[in-house]
């Protein structure tokens, strides 16, 4: 009977020991700086441990609730500006996605990939005219975003704004950006 009672005991969740991984993770999502700092004053790099389930770094984490804090705190630490979550966005994707324009200003300073693309082959530029965000375009189309890059249906932003009867202003946007046509994909050609 004690056997049993020390292995019920053993396998209580207030018995168990987390991975420093996953408590820099709930610190982060808790807004825990101290427990944050503290892990990473820890041997190891754990500033791009990623989520076990979403693939998430604690700057997607951060980037998602749109918390420039944070962001800047995780950048200066080291953070992966490029890292993917298991979609295959950056966080730069996800705050055009959220028409966060604070957090990608800071991406685009920072240098960011501005061309990145997720699983479904969209970039920033292509969530921003989506989301008919005339500040966002203009601020990627500057940092150098491609106007027609394309994603896996075909679609670049270009045409994306030009066959949207709601994104006129958008469109004018890309008037005097030349096109570019998309690189050869290498391989064998049919």
């Known amino acids: ?15 168990a020991q987390f991975s420093d991984s996953y ?8 807004k825990d700086g101290a427990k944050a700092q503290e892990i990473l004053k820890k041997p190891g790099n754990l500033i791009n441990t990623r989520d076990s389930d979403t693939g998430e770094t604690a700057l997607h984490i951060a980037t998602r609730r749109s918390d420039l804090a944070w962001v800047g705190f995780l950048l200066q630490e080291g953070a992966n500006r490029d890292a993917r979550d298991r979609e295959g966005n950056t966080p730069l994707l996800l705050a055009a996605q959220s028409r966060w324009s604070e957090g990608a200003d800071v991406f685009v300073k920072v240098k960011a990939q501005v061309d990145a693309q997720n699983r479904l082959g969209e970039t920033a530029l ?7 965000d005339g500040n966002m375009v203009k601020l990627l189309l500057d940092a150098g975003a491609s106007a027609d890059l394309t994603d896996n249906s075909g679609a670049s932003a270009r045409a994306l704004a030009e066959n949207d009867p ?4 958008i469109a004018k946007l890309f008037k005097d950006i030349p096109v570019r046509k998309p690189r050869q994909m290498q391989g064998p050609s049919l």
Do not use: C, D, Y
């Not at 009977?1 to 018995?15: D, F, K, R």
């Not at 709601?166 to 202003?169: C, E, P, V």
């Open 23 to 30: 408590n820099f993770l709930k610190a982060v999502k808790e």
């Open 166 to 169: 709601r994104a006129t202003q």
């Open 1 to 15: 009977m004690a056997v049993l009672t020390a292995l019920i005991g053993a396998a209580s969740p207030a018995a």
């Open 126 to 132: 292509q969530k921003a005219v989506q989301n008919r």
